[in-house]
């Protein structure tokens, strides 16, 4: 639908997708790409505004999800469609598998409410807006809390239990099941080094045109 490239970055919070988004860019810049990141929630002032709503505030379950999908939609229509139309590559921190694995795998909400909201909140001017590959980042939901004790203050989803996180876990496999071509799943549970050669050669294998500049 585009000229760009539309590259996401999912997994539970603690797995370690954020540290290797700036790897990605670098990668892609070494090769001639002007690349452009972003994150979900936020990516807009009004999406970061909710982004503070949803981390920061008691709510439902369902307020919680249409909060989301909300500045998905402010995203998608002043900052990813027109990137890709202007042909650069976006990196984006979650999407809407996020919103799978979160609201649906983890709270329960049904497949059917997140399936025609994204619908609407993902069509664009040329089509639907959808990752083209999305990194899986997996690991289970104990290691991860581990490694987000150790590295920050933990927001208001971040409190939740040990059963929500594999829920979510579960939710993303469930969502590689459905979309292999596009979602990749990386092993996140050795060292930083063994995960960046296992993206790294999912780009090579993905991206067999480019080469460093």
Known sequence: MSKGRF????GIDGAGKSTHIARVADWFRTRGADVQWSRE?????????LRELVLGRPMGSLTELLLIFAGRRDHVETVIAPALQAGKTLLCDRFTDASFAYQGGGRGLPPSVLDTLADWV?????GVVEPELTLWFDLPAEQAAARRASAREADRIEQL?????ERVRAGYAARAAQAPQRIVRVDASGSIEDVWAQVQAVLAARYPELRPC
């Open 161 to 165: 239990d040990l059963d929500f996180f």
């Open 7 to 10: 590259i996401s970055f999912e």
């Open 122 to 126: 993902q069509a664009g001017p040329e």
């Open 41 to 49: 929630p936020g990516g807009t002032p009004l999406a970061e505004t």
